[in-house]
């Protein structure tokens, strides 16, 4: 089964953009008239029929849809670019498929890395998304300052489990797997390698965000981020949801 993404394709007639109509005609050579599946990458899977083949920009048509999906829960991993680029397209690639909503980059006191391209990043998004048979596309957000999308009104105005998780020893934290609740959606933080300053700890828990733990290892910083999509939704899976 191959997926193929248009964010246009519940509009009726589209185009597929050149990357995905050049593997569409040249690659499986679809010609017109054949059948192939559209994802709108928010969770809505199309049965489509191309309409011209051209391999610079394949018009499709939606037929039918295959599957219509809503997420019950929604998971932000907040997280500080690492200083090889390479571990964060790593990352973006293992929670997409995992299952995550959106990655906003970070830029902390202790941040190896202040800046880095997210448009790579969203296009690694969408190739893992379609080879794990998604249909939902996670958003990687560009670099912002931690202080400054902690006093945000995304931040302020969020009604779902704001957690934070840090190396510093504090009698606070709990287990991850703990505070961690079914039903309901998550903001998690994971700082850089360096760990999140003592400022940004209290500033992050002034906000809301209550302080977990990821087990007694250290982890690096996508690694930790994985781990906790992975328990996001083992909680919620095994939950039934």
């Known amino acids: 089964m191959q997926i ?5 394709i519940g509009q009726g007639l589209c185009t597929l953009d050149s990357e995905e109509s050049r593997h569409a005609v040249k690659v499986l050579r679809l010609q017109q008239g054949d ?3 559209v994802t709108d990458g928010h ?10 083949a051209n391999a610079s920009g394949c ?13 019950p829960y929604k998971l932000t ?3 500080a670019p690492t200083k090889n680029p390479a571990r964060i397209e790593w990352l973006v690639e293992k929670a997409t498929e995992v299952g995550v909503e959106c990655i906003q980059l970070l830029q902390c006191d202790h941040s190896e890395r202040p800046y880095l391209k997210t448009d790579r990043l969203q296009r690694v998004a969408l190739s ?6 998604h249909t939902w596309l996670p958003l990687v957000e560009p670099c912002i300052a931690l202080q400054q999308w902690l006093q945000s009104p995304q931040i302020k105005d969020f009604d779902g489990l704001k957690l934070i998780a840090y190396c510093e020893e504090d009698k606070m934290r709990i287990p991850l797997f703990d505070a961690i609740e079914p039903r309901r959606n998550a903001i998690i933080l994971i700082g850089p390698e360096g760990d999140f300053s003592s400022d940004e700890i209290a500033l992050a828990r002034a906000q809301g965000f209550k302080p977990v733990s990821l ?4 982890l690096r910083t996508e690694t930790a981020a994985l781990y906790a999509a992975v328990g996001f939704n083992i909680i919620n899976d095994q939950n039934g949801l």
């Open 4 to 8: 193929f993404y248009s964010a246009e």
């Open 35 to 37: 059948e192939l599946y």
């Open 43 to 52: 969770g809505t899977l199309y049965i489509s029929r191309v309409i011209n």
């Open 59 to 71: 018009v499709v048509e939606p037929v039918a849809i295959k599957e219509s999906s809503t997420v």
């Open 77 to 79: 991993i907040g997280v």
């Open 128 to 133: 893992a998304m379609k080879q794990s048979l």
């Open 215 to 218: 087990g007694p290892s250290r």
